[in-house]
């Protein structure tokens, strides 16, 4: 069983930029590529950004390269995503994911709103 929560989410001027945190715990050696997706209202839940166990490849969504960072600490636990220049597009309740080899794992999600 593994459990992700993640943090940071707010409310940020359109500009603005966010950093959001997602700590897992459980069998954390179990997991492997860990990613962060999003879901606007009336949206389907969308892929943002992922990244490999070793932290060295990641992968972004075409609407949030250049903007987004996505890194982990493995020490930690923790997988991080650095949203900058945010627009009023990205608001979303953003969700991360922990892929193990016999599942994926979903947090609760964290409220992100741009303001115009």
């Known amino acids: 069983q593994v459990v992700l929560a993640e943090s940071g989410g707010g409310l940020v001027q359109e500009g603005g930029s966010l950093r959001l945190s997602c700590a897992a715990s459980?069998?954390?050696?179990?997991?492997?590529?860990m990613g962060w997706y999003r879901q606007a209202p009336g949206t389907e839940r969308e892929f943002v950004a992922q990244?490999?166990?070793?932290?060295?490849?990641?992968f972004y969504a075409d609407s949030v390269k250049g903007r987004f960072t996505i890194s982990r600490d493995n020490a930690k636990n923790t997988v991080y995503l650095q949203m900058n220049s945010l627009t009023p597009e990205d608001t979303a309740i953003y969700y991360c994911?922990?892929?193990?080899?016999?599942?994926?794992?979903w947090g609760q999600g964290t409220q992100v709103t741009i303001g115009s």
């Open positions: 459980g069998r954390t050696s179990s997991v492997s590529t």
């Open positions: 994911q922990g892929l193990t080899p016999s599942r994926a794992y």
């Open positions: 990244i490999d166990r070793s932290g060295e490849r990641a």
